[in-house]
């Protein structure tokens, strides 16, 4: 937790809405197990793009072609894959199993 208390107080925010984009914990579901463990980690990257808002990743997920997610994680170095098919599937269960109404998708 330190790290991101350090980086709050230390990034620069080059960009009018830059925001530090933190994994804060993972929901359990079948379709994640093995990541239940990550919590306060900063999102550097999504498929190899520096991500830079929340409304960024948002846009990110929303037009990207390719058949997985990839994250990639400060200050441990993991990297997560999720098959993105897998993922939008999973959504609703994960949603309905830890009692959370819906999704919740970010406005540009």
């Known amino acids: 937790m330190s790290y991101l208390v350090a980086l709050a107080a230390s ?3 080059l960009e009018r809405g830059q925001e530090i984009v933190i994994l804060a914990s993972v929901l359990c579901h079948r379709s994640n197990l093995g ?5 306060n980690l900063h999102l550097k990257y999504f498929n ?4 830079t808002s929340l409304s960024h990743l948002n846009h990110l997920l929303t037009v990207s072609t390719e058949k997985y997610f990839r ?3 400060s200050p441990s170095g993991n990297v997560v894959i999720i098959d993105k098919a897998s993922a939008k599937a999973a959504t609703t269960e994960v949603c309905k199993e830890n009692a959370v109404p819906g999704p919740v998708r970010l406005r540009q």
């Open 11 to 13: 990034e620069p925010m």
């Open 35 to 39: 990541y239940e463990h990550l919590a």
């Open 71 to 73: 994250f990639e994680f």
């Open 48 to 51: 190899g793009i520096k991500v």
